[in-house]
């Protein structure tokens, strides 16, 4: 009774007020998403909460999937579709449309302004270098975030365009936002605790040189070799070859394909990493 109350109140606002409820709706279902993942699939309590990813969610939901979505889809792709569907028939119209906005809205316009928010919130990134660091971030996770939103958000908006009608469009959005935003939560948070376990790392073993300089002054050769080997397992590096001499240092699971590169030295018969660095 109380559901079915609440859910005839709810339609009638989208009805009279349909952009202030896409901008109540919204940030709620990005807020609560974030919070469902980190609670109940990261296992954090309520009080260790990332409280910058959640104001990033908060943010991104005031402004690019409240106030910019609602236009975007209410004021522009849905009068486009309405025009082209009597001169290119539904399926067309439908095609082109979600063609735009998956192929060029949401990877070059809806991806980057999330990041933006993620680095802004993150804090100590400068205005002018803001670009350069979303265009990183951009680069290491656009190909797994936008094939993760394809999945879910080509056949949603097929749905949509085709079949959802105007005033219901917010609803719709907001259901299928939901569970994609615990997904954009889940995917990204992942993502940066693989930074930090790299950031890590790195520091862990950035000493490397200096260590096979010390084993070497203590009597080079072999030892100093296995030293260096040693001391990089220890740090979470594993030994393995390349084309390019008897010894590289490729990083193992988390590290996305770095290798730490070694110049080579004849010791002791042996060929010895003598200086390393990150690639």
Known sequence: YYWARAAAAYARTVVERPFVTAMFSSV???????????????EKSVFALDWNRVASFFILGVTYVGAFQYRLYNHWLKPLNDAWRPKYGLALST????????????????????????????????IVDLPSEVFAKWEKT??????????VWVPAQVINFAVIPKHLTIPWMNAIGLMWNGVLSYMHGRYEREDKQMTASVARVENVSSVFSVEKSRGGGDSACASVARQCQVRGVAPGRNANGPYSWTCGGGWRGRVLNCSMRRAGGSSCPSACWWR
């Open 28 to 42: 709620t279902k990005c807020v609560v998403s974030d919070a469902f993942v980190q609670i109940v699939m990261e």
């Open 95 to 126: 095609g082109g449309v979600v063609m735009i906005d998956q192929a060029f809205v949401q990877p070059f316009l809806y991806l980057p302004t999330f990041l933006g928010i993620r680095v802004l919130s993150e804090g100590g990134c400068r």
């Open 142 to 151: 656009a190909f797994d975030t936008v094939s993760a939103l394809w999945c």
